[in-house]
């Protein structure tokens, strides 16, 4: 699996006055160049980990270890090498967008000239140059997310930990935050990536870890977390409002049906059966207005680790 940059070792975290630990005996391996996804529901504990990994909270009891070295030991070293996008930007508010880029950059041992054309260069990709002159503070929560991301890409930290990096964000800008992670990642650079986004974290992730009330719950590529659930195709069918008071009991015949909304339903269906399945819902009885045809995906491997008990999937 190549080199590891992070390993945590049966780490645990508690909040002073807290009933439940953040985070209860986690270890797993980051390795070099992988983008690894870490998801989990509100309170799960995703943040906790991550500023464990900055070393922002010592541990209650356990070791994270950073290039072979506890991180405690060494924080400058760490902060030299990995940029963090924390859910927070309180501490840029009241810089303009440019000098938050500018001063980040210097902070991370650019030159003047260099910190300069880094600047520029990201209010381009980010297409925010229209903004380099309006203070943070005075930005929309989406906008000032982008800069965020803006400040983590400055001085090529060969690691990046992404904290929700699409909160808040347009479609549009999205697809664009997802297309940089990916260029970031072809250059080389390891990303730590926490995402309530499971849909289009799919696209870009290799590995993901689930955790929820501060456990591990699984962790694998997301090929072989796949393998490990119903691999019937997913059937999405929207029906026209006036049939979908009966078509429940006639589309269930091509296999496990179940309602989603009013007029959608989601049948699973053997591969073998899928083209005449799709076939015959053409049929005008059915007055199928829209229909899509799906693999397993992570959304649903979420769901499964979510309804087993902890450790099955580990
Ligand atoms: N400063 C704090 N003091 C006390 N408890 C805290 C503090 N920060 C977080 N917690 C608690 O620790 C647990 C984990 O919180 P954490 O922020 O790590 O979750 P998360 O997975 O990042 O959630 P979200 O997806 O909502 O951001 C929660 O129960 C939360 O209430």
Known sequence: MGERIYELEHVSYCYKKAVQKANDDISFPIYKGEIIGILGPNGAGKTTLIKQMMGQLAPTSGTIKFQGQDILNDTKHLLKQVAYYSQETFALSFLKVWESLYFTGRLRGLTRNEAKCQTEGILERLDMNEYR??????LSGGQRRLIGLGTALIGHASIMILDEPTNELD???????????QEQNQKGVTIILVTHNILEAEKVVHRVAVINHGKLLAIDHVTKLKERVDQRMRLEVITQDESSLHIQEQLGVFGEIERMEDTKFRILIEKKQVASAIESIQDDRFNIRQFSLLPPSLEDVYSKIHEQKVGEWL
């Open 171 to 181: 479609p549009l800008k999205r697809k664009l935050v997802w297309e940089i992670i």
């Open 133 to 138: 002159h309006t203070l943070l503070k005075s």
